[in-house]
C-alpha cells in the first residue's frame, strides 16, 4: 500500500552520497532543470521517488535527488531547497 505526498527538496535524505551511480549521474547532469524535475513528477517507468511514511530518508530514487540536491545550491538553477517533490509513501 502507498500514497503520494510532497517533501521539500531540501529535507529529503538520501541513503548513500554521490557518485554510488555514475552512469546515471552523468545522463542525469545533461537533463536541464525543467528534465530533471519531469524524471521526478512524471517518470516514464513510473518509479515515483519512495519513502516511508512520515520520513524524509529515501527508499528509492536517490540519485535523481542528489542530482537536484546538487543544483539547488547553483544560483543560476531554478531548483530550490523549497521546490516540492512527489515522493510515494510505501508502507
Known amino acids: 500500500m ?37 524524471t521526478t513528477t512524471q517518470p516514464l517507468d513510473h518509479q515515483m521517488i519512495k519513502v516511508r511514511p512520515g520520513s524524509n ?15 539547488m545550491n547553483d544560483p543560476q538553477s531554478k531548483i530550490k531547497p523549497d521546490t516540492l517533490i512527489p515522493v510515494d509513501e510505501v508502507f
Open 2 to 38: 502507498s500514497s503520494i505526498s510532497m517533501r521539500r527538496l531540501g529535507d529529503l535524505v538520501p541513503i548513500h552520497a554521490p557518485g554510488m551511480n555514475t552512469t546515471t549521474e552523468r545522463i542525469l547532469r545533461q537533463l536541464s532543470d525543467d528534465e530533471l524535475l519531469r
Open 57 to 71: 530518508r529515501l527508499l528509492d530514487g536517490n540519485t535523481r535527488v542528489i542530482e537536484l540536491q546538487r543544483r
